[in-house]
């Protein structure tokens, strides 16, 4: 699973490097260094903007992490629906209709994933422990995750109230690549450029078509480093979060 990341690059710097053509500074969220599930988020998108002609154009929006499904009853299950599963998000409920036609980009410096190792099985009360990682793109470029998003109507606040709507999404995730496996079994779905025009394209609808998309990267282009434990708490947010850390607990990945 992805339950959390970093996002520490402006909004000027995600409009250069994704070639975004529409944005207000005013309300994109400034860096993350901790994001965690109902925060908000930015997601590059492609669709009409407000006022302007039908044709989509790329976008950065601010998006809430956790997708509520345009049926849902309330916005509560939105923690649970942080992830969608590349081998089942074309027929889950809750995701096909957006992975249909609500794709987007979710930049990331690279995601934290804890890994569990075993204490001393000869100290007294042994516990498992957790270390946490930073696994981010070896050459440092921008982690460009898989996501989609769905918009929700909150029917106890008027219509014309622009908090009655919500934007909400969820990252795509596959399984981990083998050297990342010992960390955690799954991933998310990275997506490298040459992909980002097909992925946020409203015009493939299709959705056996969107899933030749859904292949994971090849192996080799993220690394993991382990960080500090500060990065569990989310009050903690800053860039010394991905500095390396000297490991509690020494764990094999290779």
């Given at each position: 699973?992805?339950?959390?990341?970093?996002?520490?690059?402006?909004?000027?710097?995600?409009?250069?490097?994704?070639?975004?053509?529409?944005?207000?500074?005013?309300?994109?969220?400034?860096?993350?260094?901790?994001?965690?599930?109902?925060?908000?988020?930015?997601?590059?998108?492609?669709?009409?903007?407000?006022?302007?002609g039908?044709?989509?154009?790329?976008?950065?929006?601010?998006?809430?992490?956790?997708?509520?499904?345009?049926w849902?009853?309330?916005?509560?299950?939105?923690?649970?629906?942080?992830?969608?599963?590349?081998?089942?998000?074309?027929?889950?409920?809750?995701?096909?209709?957006?992975?249909?036609?609500?794709?987007?980009?979710?930049?990331?410096?690279?995601?934290?994933?804890?890994?569990?190792?075993?204490?001393?099985?000869?100290?007294?009360?042994?516990?498992?422990?957790?270390?946490?990682?930073?696994?981010?793109?070896?050459?440092?470029s921008?982690?460009?995750?898989?996501?989609?998003?769905?918009?929700?109507?909150?029917?106890?606040?008027?219509?014309?109230?622009?908090?009655?709507?919500?934007?909400?999404?969820?990252?795509?995730?596959?399984?981990?690549?083998?050297?990342?496996?010992?960390?955690?079994?799954?991933?998310?779905?990275?997506?490298?450029?040459?992909?980002?025009?097909?992925?946020?394209?409203?015009?493939?609808?299709?959705?056996?078509?969107?899933?030749?998309?859904?292949?994971?990267?090849?192996?080799?282009?993220?690394?993991?480093?382990?960080?500090?434990?500060?990065?569990?708490?989310?009050?903690?947010?800053?860039?010394?979060?991905?500095?390396?850390?000297?490991?509690?607990?020494?764990?094999?990945?290779?």
């Amino acid at each position: 699973m992805c339950g959390r990341y970093a996002a520490g690059r402006g909004p000027e710097e995600l409009v250069r490097l994704f070639g975004v053509r529409d944005w207000d500074p005013e309300q994109a969220p400034g860096p993350d260094w901790n994001v965690a599930p109902t925060k908000p988020v930015s997601a590059v998108l492609e669709r009409p903007s407000p006022g302007g002609g039908p044709q989509p154009v790329r976008q950065l929006r601010t998006l809430r992490w956790g997708l509520v499904p345009s049926w849902s009853k309330s916005p509560e299950g939105a923690v649970k629906m942080i992830n969608a599963r590349a081998e089942t998000v074309h027929q889950k409920p809750a995701y096909r209709q957006a992975f249909a036609a609500r794709r987007c980009l979710l930049p990331a410096d690279g995601y934290y994933e804890w890994a569990v190792a075993a204490a001393d099985p000869g100290a007294p009360r042994a516990k498992a422990r957790k270390q946490p990682y930073l696994i981010a793109p070896a050459d440092g470029s921008v982690l460009a995750m898989a996501g989609l998003y769905e918009f929700w109507r909150d029917r106890a606040v008027p219509a014309e109230d622009p908090a009655a709507w919500w934007c909400t999404c969820t990252v795509v995730t596959t399984a981990a690549e083998p050297a990342l496996a010992a960390i955690h079994d799954r991933m998310p779905l990275v997506l490298p450029p040459d992909r980002w025009d097909a992925w946020l394209d409203p015009a493939l609808a299709d959705p056996e078509q969107a899933r030749l998309l859904l292949a994971p990267p090849p192996p080799g282009l993220l690394a993991a480093r382990p960080v500090s434990a500060a990065v569990g708490s989310v009050r903690n947010n800053g860039p010394e979060l991905l500095h390396p850390a000297e490991p509690e607990t020494p764990l094999q990945l290779f």
